[in-house]
């Protein structure tokens, strides 16, 4: 497939393996500049890892890692790292750093990748934390947040350096279900007002489909599925069935 305008990252052909398992086989996908990519699959199948070759923290054995139209394999370290600024990333636990204070969490991508004043930077980070509904925390430590105000200032800090593409990992693992619904929001919100992109990993389905306009499938070492939500819902691939069924019964107890 070509890359279009609207593709903001294609992944083509991927493959990678450590100590000689292989965990990728030959991955591809696409995401446009409006999409919210929702990447399943079984635990252990290599979700996280398409994540660490976005941000280049990981290289493929083979294929192409595609951002903005340039190949993430080939580029320089300066140009690797000058594209990355561009990708923001929410870890699953958030990783702040425990002895900063909030406001400094948010400020560290400013400070270490850009030439911005420290007015500017107190401006930038108290807009950040406004967007994620958190404006009165910035001097608290992240020992004194909730597990879902920390998801949050993470988010915060990954939108920092007002990235056009954002990488969920697991972002609603170990919240309650009212702190869940507030990130599935703020995820809506990115894409829908302030444009940008999300690639999700997570295995919670309720959230999956809340975010998603846009699903795929990863199943021994290939995306075996990419669509819409309802038809990721409707596939009739064996795999894919097998991995909604938990859900699909759940649903249909309730009623």
Do not use: C, W
């Not at 199948?45 to 493929?60: A, R």
């Not at 594209?83 to 425990?98: C, E, F, H, P």
């Not at 950040?128 to 800090?157: F, H, T, W």
């Not at 038809?231 to 249909?252: G, I, K, W, Y």
């Amino acid at each position: 497939m070509s890359r279009t305008e609207d593709n903001l990252v294609e992944m083509r052909g991927v493959k990678l393996s450590f100590s000689g398992k292989v965990i990728l086989d030959g991955v591809d996908f696409s995401v446009d500049a409006h999409d919210v990519l929702v990447i399943m699959g079984l635990s252990g199948s290599g979700k996280s890892t398409l994540l660490g070759l976005l941000t280049g923290l990981l290289k493929p054995d083979a294929g192409s890692v595609i951002f903005k139209g340039e190949d993430l394999t080939k580029l320089s370290r300066s140009k690797l790292n000058e594209a990355r600024t561009q990708i923001g990333m929410v870890y699953q636990n958030a990783a702040l750093v425990s002895s900063m204070s909030v406001r400094d969490n948010v400020a560290l991508p400013l400070r270490e990748l850009s030439k911005k004043n420290k007015t500017e930077i107190a401006s930038i980070v108290d807009s950040k934390l406004e967007l994620v509904g958190l404006p009165d925390i910035a001097d608290k430590l992240p020992s004194e947040l909730s597990g879902g105000m920390e998801k949050r200032v993470g988010l915060a800090r990954a939108l920092a350096m007002e990235p056009g593409l954002i990488l969920f990992d697991e972002p609603s693992a170990g919240l309650d279900p009212i702190n869940s619904k507030l990130i599935d929001e703020l995820i809506i919100g990115l894409r829908d007002r302030q444009k940008v992109a999300s690639i999700v990993v997570t295995h919670e389905m309720d959230s999956a489909f809340s975010v998603a306009t846009k699903m795929a499938f990863l199943h021994e070492g290939k995306i075996i599925f990419e669509g819409t939500p309802e038809e990721f819902r409707a596939s009739d691939n064996p795999a894919v069935t097998a991995f909604l069924a938990p859900f699909t019964n759940n649903e249909h107890s309730k009623e």
